[in-house]
């Protein structure tokens, strides 16, 4: 009796070990499915561009993202003033760079030399004028940017001039028509001015609504798309290729 006691005593607790390990598979396996749901949601959600990184990525990071996307408020708005008062200088005012440069030379170094010259009379030290040295390392760094950036266009442009992708030549074709348009409209200077406020501006609020503007940037691709898709059966598909496809053929 006692033997079978034990027997039945051994059998409920490989029962319950049974019991818990099944029960931890199955918890386990739940918390995996709702993880993988997790992630198939997050890879379903539409970002403006096709992005998969966040805004400050985007543009680069760095210090030029953080000026964009306002992470040191001073400095952005200090950055947004000098572009607006060289704005209003050169515009509304009709300033001349090179007259600019000139006179603001005349006023410093007027004000250094009677300075110097008066500290003398006043008994106080002359001004300290520290020597000023454009470093190597930052200009090396910009112009290496520059390059890479000027080579990715060209590149680019290639690659468009070949007849590959028409969709992506159509594209750059309304895109420099429409710069062409905005560019009658007001100068380089203006443009410039309005692409520098729309940079510290457009970043910064798409960062803070996004969640709000992507169902709405992705309502408008889709309605692109199929735009696009009929203006390609009705015009582009009937556009004769066929010498094309035989010489490369041939």
Not at 38 to 60: D, I, Q, T, W, Y
Not at 94 to 107: D, F, G, R, S
Request: aromatic share 10%; net charge positive.
């Amino acid at each position: 009796m006692a033997e079978h006691e034990e027997k039945k005593h051994e059998e409920s607790l490989m029962e319950r070990i049974a019991e818990k390990i099944q029960g931890h598979d199955s918890s386990s396996s739940d918390s995996d499915d709702d993880k993988r749901s997790e992630s198939s949601m997050k890879a379903k959600v539409f970002r403006l561009f096709g992005r998969e990184k966040p805004v400050h990525h985007v543009l680069g990071g760095g210090k030029p993202a953080d000026i964009f996307l306002w992470r040191n408020k001073k400095i952005s708005a200090g950055a947004l003033g000098v572009a607006t008062v060289i704005w209003i200088l050169f515009e509304m005012l009709e300033y001349h760079l090179l007259t600019l440069v000139c006179h603001l030379l005349i006023l410093a170094l007027a004000l250094l030399f009677l300075w110097s010259n008066a500290a003398t009379f006043i008994n106080k030290s002359p001004p300290r004028i520290p020597g000023v040295q454009i470093p190597k390392d930052p200009v090396m760094e910009f112009a290496q940017a520059l390059r890479f950036e000027i080579n990715r266009a060209f590149a680019v442009l290639r690659d468009i001039a070949s007849g590959r992708d028409l969709k992506k030549f159509l594209s750059v074709i309304a895109g420099l028509w429409v710069l062409s348009i905005v560019g009658s409209w007001c100068n380089f200077l203006t443009l410039f001015y309005i692409v520098f406020v729309l940079l510290h501006t457009v970043p910064v609020l798409y960062e803070k609504y996004e969640d709000k503007v992507d169902p709405f940037a992705e309502k408008a691709m889709h309605e692109i798309r199929k735009q696009y898709a009929v203006f390609d059966a009705k015009v582009l598909s009937k556009i004769p290729r066929g010498p094309l496809k035989e010489k490369k053929k041939d």
